[in-house]
């Protein structure tokens, strides 16, 4: 439960105090009372607020030289001017020194909590998107990588024995295994984490243009170039340069890319001068590379140079037990995302979800996921929120019983793990009652872990 929002009640008349401080108690909030601005700045600087509302008129230090005080403690936060004497060149003043607004007495109750909710909603949102943030920004490290799979394990320890070299890494998988988000977590887990980590898609650009992009090219070198321009592998500098789909690359740029690597330095291109880069190359695809040499339409040496450490990312049909957590990260990012306050998902659903093939992997899960969120009219994403192709293959596929109960007593396990071993609240992200709950707890032999 959250705690409640603490208000700030700045005002030399005691009757004017209580009465503020007894409203927004009424309200839910934490009021707290000082009768002079000297009080209200030390009060800023020792403790956190959400909102000041702050007498215009007072003895010694008015309300607006207050203002400007407390936003030099904390410029962001909201500081409401309460005035009798309403004038256009008080409420300009004051609006102008940063006043989020002003009130005029006599005011009615209920336009402070008006104002006031306005605001700590405003606060809530900013919150969440940070929240969002930084949860976006987790992802990419390889401790926070959602998988308990023993597939996933074995990579996340190659990748804490590697991260920190400067060996080139070939990450191999399907589309939508999330190669770019293990490039990251390899990245981000590096000593040169603090530098930058740069994207190229090798099979979205031409070839003529994918060379431009990766080695740059200066003024006139073709004709549209009229400045110089940085490549990926200059922006890359003392980082990480991802090369995706480098199975598309075709063999001229191939053997560009292999003297980059060999030599550690890039010509641009119309350029006579050479640039030294300190980059490390890490390369994903989706083909089989060790075919492509054969076939030789992949160079043998540019091949052993990228394949220093090999990465393989199982498909997501091979990771079934981890389908369960995807499921519930995926939607907690897109609650937040779409301001949805969705409870779970149904055991039907996730058994579903994981009988499923997946053949567009993680990428499609979180599609799923997302689409359920923004359509269901349920607090529980339920077996009709699915795609008609998901529930179709149910259909073709029909049920197992056996995997039904080994994913059911999986995914009530974690979501009483997840909330504490608290029935109450478990039976209801599950959409069960308790009764039921505690049989299962008892049929299937749940503990605490």
């Known amino acids: ?55 215009l008129k007072m003895p010694g230090m008015d309300g607006i030289e207050t203002m400007s005080k407390i936003r030099e403690i904390n410029k962001d936060l909201p500081v409401i001017i309460i005035t009798a004497y309403a004038t256009v060149n008080t409420a300009v003043e ?30 809530q949102l900013l919150q969440e998107n940070i929240i969002l943030r930084q949860e976006l920004k987790r992802v990419y490290q390889f401790r926070d990588i959602v998988g308990k799979n023993y597939k996933m394990q074995e990579i996340f320890e190659l990748i804490r024995t590697v991260a920190d070299s400067d060996a080139s890494v070939l990450i191999l998988g399907e589309s939508g295994t999330g190669k770019e988000l293990i490039a990251r977590a390899i990245h981000y887990s590096s000593r040169r984490a603090e530098k930058p980590f740069v994207s190229v898609s090798c099979s979205a650009l031409p ?65 006579t001068g050479v640039i030294k880069v300190d980059v490390r190359i890490i390369a994903a695809t989706n083909k089989d590379l060790e075919r492509a040499v054969k076939e030789g339409s992949f160079r043998e040496d540019l091949y052993y140079r990228l394949n220093v450490v090999t990465v393989q990312l199982p498909p997501l049909r091979e990771r079934e037990d981890d389908i369960p957590l995807l499921a519930e990260r995926f939607l907690m990012k897109y609650n937040i995302k779409n301001n949805r306050n969705l409870e779970g998902i149904s055991p039907k659903a996730i058994a579903l979800l994981v009988q499923y093939d997946w053949p567009g992997n993680v990428r499609e899960l979180e599609n799923v ?22 529930q179709s293959f149910q259909e073709s596929k029909g049920v197992r019983p056996r995997k039904l109960k080994e994913v059911e007593k999986e995914h009530i396990q974690h979501t009483l793990e997840e909330n504490k071993w608290n029935v109450s609240k ?24």
């Not at 609006?95 to 405003?122: Q, T």
């Not at 997302?370 to 998901?390: F, G, S, Y």
């Open 94 to 123: 004051s609006m102008k020194k940063g006043a989020y607004d002003y009130i005029v007495k006599p005011f009615d109750p209920e336009e402070v909590s008006h104002i006031i909710r306005k605001i700590i909603s405003h606060q």
């Open 426 to 449: 478990t039976s209801k992200v599950l959409g069960i009652d308790r009764s039921t709950l505690y049989k299962k707890i008892r049929n299937y032999g749940l503990s605490p872990s």
């Open 369 to 390: 996921i997302e689409r359920a969120v923004v359509i269901t009219k349920h607090t529980i994403i339920q077996l009709e929120d699915l795609p008609p192709h998901i």
């Open 207 to 271: 070839e003529s243009l994918l060379e431009s992009e990766l080695f740059g090219y200066e003024k006139g070198a073709f004709t549209g170039a009229v400045r110089d321009k940085p490549g990926r592998f200059e922006e890359a500098n003392g980082g990480t340069l991802f090369l995706d789909e480098v199975g598309e690359m075709k063999p001229e740029t191939q053997l560009h890319l292999l003297r980059v690597l060999q030599e550690r330095e890039i010509r641009r291109l119309g350029g």
């Open 1 to 55: 439960m959250k705690p409640p929002a603490r208000i700030l009640i700045v005002d030399d008349e005691a009757i004017m105090r209580d009465s503020l401080n007894d409203w927004l108690m009424e309200d839910g909030y934490e009021p707290v009372t000082v009768e002079d601005g000297q009080k209200a700045i030390d009060m800023v600087r020792s403790q956190s607020f959400n909102v000041v509302l702050c007498d």
